[in-house]
């Protein structure tokens, strides 16, 4: 029997409470040696539950992500659905009503999302707007008892990353943050190859995510840098994430780092690169960028190597092992996936695959990054 509505919340809000320690453990995000994986990111999908009512999503910006991705692929979810819409763009809604079906009732504007809270429709509050304003967004949605999913990068900071997932353990709400490889079935393969030491242990990996575009003008957000543009926000998120659950392992520090900006006041970097340090002193080498195309995640072990060529885009990775074995075939869409299983941890009341810690663990990693290519030093990453 699906609860009422007023039950709805209820249920929703208290099967996240459970898991709410589980969201900020110390042993997701601390450094440790290889003996002891930093993070799990590719948990077992848990099990549907008894209620199969489907969870409403409201996206929180209609921009080329939503459009393009997250919503084509919200017809393809078995648990979740698109229910609301809300934009700082109130022209936009007549067309997506016409396209999705959405209700009146359940379309918002940025400047009265609060009165979301009022409404058992909507479960979920999907943030998809530009990096730097991922924190205000975040905390105003977990402030209307809905729970969270934030594209990555997840915010700015470390600080702001801290704020969000704060606001959603007050308020007794499920944070993920929008990593879709950590749900795609083939990247999962390889952490568990790396999760099994099949060819022993590490002993270095690199992480290149770039593509051959021209330099983003400075009246978009992606070629503003207080606004989270460039390539190490933008692509760069990717190769750090990539290297977290490819080695299974949290940096200790960046060695050296290196970046070409755009020269004008706010300018963007346009590539960057980077080394990160284990604490065990294995080397891991990223690169990122937006005027450059390469796409890979590679591991060497002892006794052999695996890899991801492409490693992220929409239409699907391939991956390879050095005695032959093929990872594969691309998935149909990679955000269903990902949008099932967060709706099937929040419904079960288990950890999500890619929960807020995970989020700020690589904030810390990129500001860290920044700061060793201002200094030229290398940087400690903070905890």
Known sequence: MLPTKASRRRFLRQSTTAATGLLLAPGLVACGARSAPATDPAPASPPPSADDRKLGVALLGLGGYAKGQIAPALQLTQHCELRGLITGSPDKLPEWQDRYGVADENCYTYDRMEDIADNDAIDIIYVITPTATHRDFAVRAAAAGKHVWCEKPMAMTPAQCQEIIDACTEQGVQLAIGYRMLHEPNTRQLIQLTKDRTYGALTSARSYAGYAGSPPPADY???????????????GVYTVNGLRYGTQLSPAAVVRATQ????????????????????????????????????????????GWYEMQPMQPYQGVKGKTSDGKVLGPPVPNQQSLQMDDDALAIRNGTQPIAPGSMGKADIAVIRAIIESAETGKEVQIAS
């Open 260 to 303: 070409q900006r755009q020269d004008r006041p706010n300018g963007v970097d346009l590539t960057t690169t980077y080394t990160l340090r284990y604490p065990d002193g294995m080397l891991a080498e990223g690169k990122t960028s937006v005027v450059e195309k390469y796409n890979e995640l590679h591991i060497e072990a002892e006794n």
């Open 221 to 235: 957000w992606r070629g503003q840098r207080d606004m989270g543009g460039g390539a190490l926000y933008d692509m």
